[in-house]
């Protein structure tokens, strides 16, 4: 069983920073893709920022030159430092990420539980 767990959400003024963390954790053989969603109210699921393996990236357009994605192998854990924050950054950010497990031959999705982000004007 593989579980994300992400951490460092929380509120901050316009023009601030936030780094949100997600770690995987269980029967993991190996992990390929990892990125970060967001969901604002009454908005669909968006996406944020991605990282491959080797390190390639890929930015929503909203975000370029603000947000930072980046990856720690050792750990299994991808990170979002979130700068010049904007009101309409706030959403719920969840963390993906394409696993396959020991024993298994395939990779599946999976998705962290969400953490909260308010960036206040």
């Known amino acids: 069983q593989v579980q994300l767990v992400e951490s460092g959400g929380g509120l901050v003024q316009a023009g601030g920073s936030l780094r949100l963390s997600c770690a995987a954790s269980g029967s993991i053989f190996r992990i390929n893709a990892m990125g970060w969603y967001r969901q604002a109210p009454g908005k669909q699921r968006e996406l944020v920022a991605t990282?491959?393996?080797?390190?390639?990236?890929n930015y929503a357009q909203s975000v370029k030159g603000r947000f930072i994605i980046s990856r720690d192998n050792t750990k299994n854990t991808v990170y979002l430092q979130m700068n010049s924050l904007k009101p309409e950054d706030t959403a719920v950010y969840y963390c993906n990420a394409n696993i396959r497990s020991i024993g298994w031959d395939y990779e599946s999705a999976y998705w962290g539980q969400g953490t909260q982000v308010t960036v206040s004007s």
């Open positions: 990282i491959i393996t080797g390190g390639t990236t």
